[in-house]
């Protein structure tokens, strides 16, 4: 599928990822903002607006050092592109 259509997949609350892309058990998900009137949220911890991160915490490799971590993600001009989007269970 195409970058548009997976971006609709991530407002559904599925999760996506390229075919291409070089690793397996990687993925991209968006991350809904909070309102700041929630009880117990703190002003300066509460992300207010959606966003989209990749997660690599369930990445197959043989690389002791590469990141297994959940950070924001930013899309490249080659991945809006991309038609080799699907999306991961």
Known sequence: M???????ELKQGNCVARKG???KGIFIKLKKGESLNTPNNRFD????HDFIYIDTTGLHTNNPDAPMDRVPWLASQTDMLADDWVVVE
């Open 2 to 8: 195409n970058f548009g259509k997976a971006l609709e």
């Open 45 to 48: 911890e509460v992300m207010t």
């Open 21 to 23: 892309w070089n690793g």
